[in-house]
């Protein structure tokens, strides 16, 4: 059996604007790992994470965690197409 909470977040304006960092952070190692995959022509998860993963967590301030969702949310994103390169907004 599967049960799904839905909660309201309810932040301080402080814990907001490091949410909306993160957010953004996070969008902007997604536009890294989507040029370094159209260039490398790499679209498999596990063979991106190892091409990616070491520079980027030097680059950018997230935690493993949040890298290793990024990869993946690039992977699904060229997984309808790959013949059109994927962008993230902030």
Not at 16 to 37: M, P
């Amino acid at each position: 059996m599967k049960m799904t909470l839905k909660i309201k977040l309810l932040p301080t304006d402080e814990q907001a604007a490091l949410l909306l960092q993160t957010i953004r952070e996070a969008n902007a190692a997604c536009g890294a790992i989507s040029q370094v995959a159209w260039q490398e022509k790499i679209f498999n998860k596990v063979k991106l994470h190892h091409e990616v993963y070491h520079p980027l967590r030097a680059t950018f301030k997230l935690s493993s965690q949040m890298l290793i969702r990024s990869i993946a949310k690039v992977c699904d994103a060229y997984t309808m197409d790959k013949k059109t390169k994927r962008t993230f907004k902030p």
